[in-house]
Each structure stands twice: as structure tokens, then as C-alpha cells.
């Protein structure tokens, strides 16, 4: 198994993790071990790609960190106290955008400053400032409807980090856009996240995207049973998603998560 120098950090006692689950084992039911001995630990400020075959438990094990479904054993912490629905420190970002039809972009991006009880002229400033940041600031007065799936993520981006919460947890959010528009929104995330400081734990299907986006990239075993490896995505910051397709070191990387991908579903 692989570690990253925050991994490392944190094995050693000189780095407070984020997220830390130990043992952690889930079942639904008559479902017995959705999740089963994942032990994983996310230092602040890194970000970590999950990957591994459907029904691995990838989305399950994001559930249990954002509070949405209890462990059935083993522990898990964040920043420090017990998962919580709810809680004003996590954001959670979806497949789909859910954006709300009846809102502009601008009044969409708006409205996580607004629940959070941001006054109406610094809401509005710092939702003109992430549409911006998206490249979006043209289209402030459109409604959803007129916009294309990836312009909707873009906007559900700028919402999401407008209201700078410390940990972020994305569940395929870019399953649904084509290859090239995906490079455009990971270069987008790449700079939302690395001036936000922002922990972030990411859910994906794309070896590429993972190894794009992620410090390190956690490979789960079949049938939720842990952690096969983890990879360290030793590539420089900043990155361009474009650029790094010509990085030998990134196919190396790509080759290794794929022996192991494959590997882990045997």
C-alpha cells in the first residue's frame, strides 16, 4: 500500500486528519456488509479520489462521513466529533445539479449564502465573484432551463464554494458530461479548491479524473470489503487537465490504479 506524505504525516501523529474512519462497517438490513473493515484517514486540505467497481461502497462510505447513514460498527470523526446530517462544515455535491428551476443562476448561486443566513448585498457579491471563477458571469439572469448540463454543474461549482465550507464530499459529479467538457470543469474544480483550502473526498468511475483532480486515489475493494490500495497521485500543482495528458507520469499513475482497479474486483 502506497501513502502520500500527508498520509504518512498523519501515521506518524503530526498532522490532524479531517476524516478518519476505523474499522468501519455498515449493513442494510438484510444487506450484510455494504462496507466491512475501511479504514481511511484524510489530512486537511487534501484531496482524495475513491474509486472501484459499483457496489464497492464508494457512495455508501460518503453517506456515513456526511452523517446520512450510521456505521454498524468501527468509528468514524470528522473534524474531530461524530458524523451528522446537517452539519454546517460539510457540503455535499450530487450526480445531478439541483439547481431550483424557478431561480436565476445568480439566485442560485445565492441561495447557500442565503440558508446560511449571509446578508443580501455580501451574498450577492460573493455569488457575481463564483460565477465569475466559472466563467458564467454573462449568464447571471438565466434560468436552469437554458442551460447546458455543464453549465449547470459549473453553477452548482460556484454555489457550493461560495459558501467555503472546510470539507467538501462529491459523488460523480461530472458522470454526465462528455470528455471534453469534463476537462473545462476539472480545471475549474482544481482552482475553486486549491484557493478554497478545502478537504475534499470525490467519488468517481474515471481513472483519469481521479488521478486529474486527487492528491492520492483510494482504490475499494468489491463488495465493500476496505481499502485495496491507495495511490499517490504524485503529479505538480498546479495542474492542468489538458496539459497532464501528455505527462508520462501521469499514464504511469494511470497504469498502477488500473492493475489495481482490476485486481480489486477478482
Not at 467538501?168 to 459529479?173: A, F, H, I, N, S
Not at 483519469?208 to 497521485?233: F, H, N, P, Q, Y
Request: proline share 3%; charged share 20%; with cysteine.
Amino acid at each position: 500500500m502506497a501513502y502520500g506524505a500527508t498520509a504518512l504525516a498523519m501515521s506518524e501523529g503530526t498532522q490532524q486528519a479531517d476524516i478518519s474512519v476505523s474499522n468501519l462497517s455498515v449493513s442494510f438490513g438484510q444487506i450484510r456488509n455494504a462496507l466491512s473493515d475501511v479504514n481511511l484517514d484524510v489530512a486537511q486540505g487534501e484531496f482524495v479520489a475513491l474509486i472501484g467497481a459499483s457496489g464497492c461502497g464508494k457512495t455508501t462510505l460518503l453517506n456515513v462521513i456526511a452523517g446520512l447513514v450510521p456505521a454498524s460498527g468501527g468509528t468514524a470523526s470528522i473534524r474531530g466529533r461524530a458524523p451528522a446530517a446537517g452539519r454546517s462544515d460539510i457540503c455535499y455535491i450530487l450526480a445531478r445539479d439541483a439547481l431550483l428551476p424557478w431561480r436565476t443562476v445568480l439566485g442560485n448561486v445565492e441561495y447557500g449564502l442565503e440558508v446560511s443566513g449571509v446578508g443580501r448585498e455580501e451574498r450577492r457579491d460573493r455569488a457575481l465573484t463564483y460565477l465569475e471563477k466559472v466563467g458564467l458571469q454573462n449568464h447571471r439572469d438565466f434560468f436552469p432551463s437554458r442551460l447546458s448540463q455543464g453549465m449547470r454543474q459549473r453553477v452548482s461549482l460556484a454555489r457550493a464554494f461560495a459558501v467555503a465550507r472546510p470539507i467538501y464530499l462529491m459523488d460523480e459529479p461530472f458522470s454526465a458530461l462528455d470528455s471534453q467538457t469534463k476537462l473545462v470543469l476539472h480545471d475549474q474544480l482544481l482552482d475553486l479548491w486549491s484557493s478554497s483550502g478545502a478537504t475534499v473526498v470525490f467519488v468517481t468511475h474515471d481513472i483519469g479524473e481521479a488521478i486529474t483532480l486527487a492528491d492520492r486515489v483510494v482504490v475499494m475493494s468489491k463488495k465493500g470489503t476496505g481499502v485495496a490500495e491507495e495511490i499517490v497521485a504524485d503529479l505538480p500543482r498546479p495542474r492542468s487537465a489538458e496539459a497532464l495528458q501528455a505527462d508520462p507520469r501521469y499514464h504511469d499513475i494511470y497504469r498502477r490504479t488500473w492493475t489495481s482497479l482490476k485486481a480489486s474486483t477478482q
